[in-house]
């Protein structure tokens, strides 16, 4: 698994293995960014379901 690091203070990004240490830069720990939305996949995206089913948007308009 990958994760994604920024320095604060100059906006330098890196991507690395989510094992390894905390990256400095600028002299300081980055910070660590939260993953994208799309690449959690959680108990939801395991579900099966028919292609002629709508998807849940968690929009909260349900019909």
């Given at each position: ?50 292609p002629e089913?709508?998807?849940?948007d968690f929009r909260?308009?349900?019909?």
């Open positions: 698994m990958q994760q994604r690091y920024e320095c604060e203070n100059c906006g330098h990004q890196v991507t690395i293995e989510a094992s390894a240490p905390v990256p400095d830069c600028c002299g300081q720990p980055m910070k660590a960014l939260p993953l994208e939305a799309c690449r959690e996949a959680g108990p939801e995206a395991a579900r099966p379901t028919k089913e709508p998807c849940e909260g308009n349900h019909q």
